[in-house]
């Protein structure tokens, strides 16, 4: 079983319009987790941090449900910027372990 | 630039060559850690240092992959004998101590094409 599992996609959706996804961990005892966002052919970028309480930042809002053990990430009034892939990522425990990616294309 | 640095940004090898490359992180990260990428998946974890020791290793990194770094600062991973299946992007990442509550920052990484 891989440690991070993510819904590949593509989600296709217009602009303006809200996307969400999740990802499931398998370790248990992870403590630190997060949404790394990745464009075509470019090293990943910390998009935001998950805290256990939910969190937004701007149109973004993550949530993390530890009995579950998934991490979720919902994206409000979609940019064409958005486009990109979104890599769920958890600690494990010195090291962070990355799902495969959900790619999201946001069309005019 | 305070990011992270990574030469060469790409290279092309033929078969049974060797390869290096160089990461340059964040100089106040003591954690440095090499990552590989490959087409519709997510970077996989092959090792990290704090400072200058090598603290981890993923079974990934077979015995031809040796990376060093050997004063804290710069690291170098080494392939020996490249073989098709080690086509991929190479990534180097580094942090402020753990990676808890910080994430990591990447540099721009290599991408390796054996042929």
């Known amino acids: 079983r891989k440690e991070v599992e993510q819904d590949p996609g593509p989600f296709n959706v217009p602009e303006g319009a809200t996307v969400a996804f999740n990802c499931t961990y398998s370790?248990?005892?992870?403590?630190?987790f997060f949404w790394y966002r990745q464009d075509c052919r470019k090293e990943p970028k910390l998009l935001m941090s998950?805290?256990?309480s939910g969190n937004e930042d701007g149109r973004f809002t993550a949530q993390l449900n530890r009995a579950s053990q998934y991490i979720s990430l919902l994206i409000r009034d979609s940019k064409l910027s958005d486009s990109a892939t979104y890599l769920c990522v958890v600690n494990n425990p010195n090291k962070l372990s990355f799902g495969a990616g959900t790619t999201v294309t946001v069309r005019a | 630039d305070t990011g992270v640095s990574q030469n060469p940004r790409h290279k092309i090898t033929k078969r049974g060559q060797n390869v290096t490359f160089r990461c340059d992180p964040i100089?106040?990260?003591?954690?440095l850690y090499w990552y590989r990428q490959t087409l519709g998946q997510g970077p996989e974890f092959l090792t990290y240092f704090q400072n200058e020791a090598q603290l981890e290793k993923s079974r990934l990194l077979s015995d031809r992959f040796s990376a060093e770094r050997p004063k804290g600062s710069f690291s170098t991973l080494e392939i020996q004998r490249t073989e098709q299946g080690d086509s991929a992007m190479y990534l180097c990442?580094?942090?402020?101590?753990?990676?808890?509550?910080?994430?990591?920052?990447f540099g721009s990484g290599t991408r390796l094409t054996v042929v």
């Open positions: 370790n248990s005892a992870s403590q630190s």
């Open positions: 990442a580094s942090s402020l101590g753990g990676s808890g509550g910080y994430g990591y920052t």
């Open positions: 998950v805290y256990s």
């Open positions: 100089s106040e990260h003591n954690r």
